[in-house]
């Protein structure tokens, strides 16, 4: 079979979804090494490699054959490399803290017991104003110039569910969220690229 026959086997639909699950693919594994031997320690968590030396040599080699595979399969099928704007990608994580936000009211607290009076008086003005900042952050990247409606759509790297782009342009264009917990939009949850 020949290279142009090859690259005719996908109408349109199918071609978009195989392009989407192998860059989803790509992207996870030219990213893994570095997330397996990264150290990083924040003030909530602490990322550390745990993997073994050997486990680690097997793990790359494995990589290095499916990233293989992958390459002869968009030679073959003929699939095109997509652009996405960095800009875009962190909007839509940005969205992502924005809608957990929202969830971790006073009013979504309620769900798991009674909350103190005093919680409250502490959490939601804190939580109000990381709301603010993150909307603001939000706009900032929407007026940046690098967003247009088709990236926001699409999210990180050709995002499948053009709900989430409701989400992320929505989300861009408010200026505040109002009450916690009320923020006016459907809460979607988005994932980074390669993320489960």
Known sequence: MTMSSTGE???????????????????????????????????????????????????????????????????????SRSAQSNTAVLLAQMAVLWSNLCDISVDKLSRYGDVSPDLAALLMPALTRLIEHTQTMMHILGEAGEITQESMAQGPSGLRDGRRGVCIAAAARTRHCGRPGACGTPQHRLRRPGSG
């Open 9 to 79: 086997l996908l109408n349109q639909l199918q071609r978009n979804s195989l392009s989407i699950g192998l860059r989803e693919m790509e992207i996870t594994l030219r990213h893994a090494t570095e997330d397996l031997t990264s150290r990083e320690q924040g003030m909530l968590y602490e990322n550390k490699p745990t993997i073994s030396p050997q486990a680690l040599e097997q793990f790359q080699r494995e990589v290095a054959l499916a990233l293989q595979d992958v390459a002869d399969l968009v030679e073959r099928l003929d699939l």
